[in-house]
């Protein structure tokens, strides 16, 4: 069944996806990037989307800059809470559902199994912790609303950690990784995909959405190197070596180091499993990133 939609943060890496994928299923959506709409402008957000009519509105805007967030927590909570709070209450009055995407980093790392949406969020940054009140802002204005949480995103729309590394390992002869720090890949148009039906259903709380298993950093960028080399690009590069995040003295904010989540309620509300976190950046690299290494 076709959906009105709306896609905030449409010019970010989900956003666009979102945008290209469900327009191309006949879906009819509308894209608001930064510059169309400042979602900090509570006042902005209430003009632009009062004459716009939607069933649903798709919240893929926010501050992700984690350490920017430590230096400049008044825009992080402004922009990941606040606003959320503002769109929440625009799509109630409006009878439309918000669906608002947020992040693994709610949760402090401290266990060592995939997480689900029962657990405790606990976050230890400012950007974890204006994330999870953004959360809260959305539940606390409607029960219908719902939270998706990502990590680690990647795709074809702007370039992610599997291009910056791809991207050094054919400039460079070594290359590293953080490699004691875990969670889970999530490939954007698989994203698309999976939460499609969501837009459908009349599933609220929350839902964990990124593609199945975990990884390092340094796994992830190992994985990535061995994809495009059996490609056949012609990297200089082809072991990711590993660092420790202790090491990195440019982090302001703390990380979480384990953060992998389950997406057993995605399977069992959607009928859908996510494919490995493998089969996806290998299917990103051969379909996305070769042929525009190819063209230059």
């Known amino acids: 069944m ?34 169309q709409l400042d979602i900090g402008d509570a006042a902005q957000v209430r003009a632009r989307l009062g004459g716009v009519a939607f069933d649903v509105l798709v919240n893929c805007a926010a501050q992700t800059n984690v350490d920017r967030c430590e230096k400049e927590p008044g825009e992080a909570f402004l922009l990941n809470s606040q606003a959320v709070a503002t769109l929440a209450d625009v799509c109630t009055r409006k009878k439309a559902r918000c669906i608002h995407i947020s992040t693994d980093y709610v949760f402090d790392g401290e266990k060592r199994e995939p997480y689900t949406e029962e657990d405790e969020p ?17 539940h606390a204005v409607a029960d219908k609303h719902l939270v998706v949480r990502v990590s680690w995103v990647f ?50 709380g929350v839902m964990h959405l990124c593609n199945s298993g975990g990884c390092t950093w340094q796994e992830y960028g190992q994985h990535a190197l061995d994809c ?20 990195l003295k440019a982090f302001i904010a703390r990380r ?31 379909t996305h990133w070769v042929p525009r290494v190819r063209e230059k």
């Open 2 to 35: 076709a959906k009105k939609i709306v896609i905030i943060g449409s010019g970010g890496r989900l956003g666009a996806a979102l945008l290209r994928e469900w327009q191309a299923a006949g879906d009819e959506v509308v894209g608001l990037n930064h510059a």
């Open 122 to 138: 606990r976050p230890i940054s400012v950007y974890g912790e204006s994330k999870l009140r953004g959360e809260q802002c959305l």
């Open 155 to 204: 795709g074809p729309d702007r370039a992610s950690f599997v291009d910056q590394i791809l991207q050094r390992a054919l400039d460079h002869e070594s290359v590293d990784a953080i490699g004691d720090k875990t969670a889970t890949p999530t490939y954007t148009l698989d994203a698309a995909r999976l939460l499609r039906p969501l837009l459908d259903l009349e599933t609220d």
């Open 228 to 247: 495009a080399l059996a490609a056949g690009v012609p990297l200089k590069a082809r072991t990711v070596g590993g660092l420790k995040m202790a090491e």
């Open 256 to 286: 979480p180091v384990y953060t992998s989540m389950s997406t057993a309620r995605l399977t069992r509300t959607t009928g859908l499993t996510p494919r490995s976190w493998q089969d996806a950046v290998d299917d990103y690299i051969r």
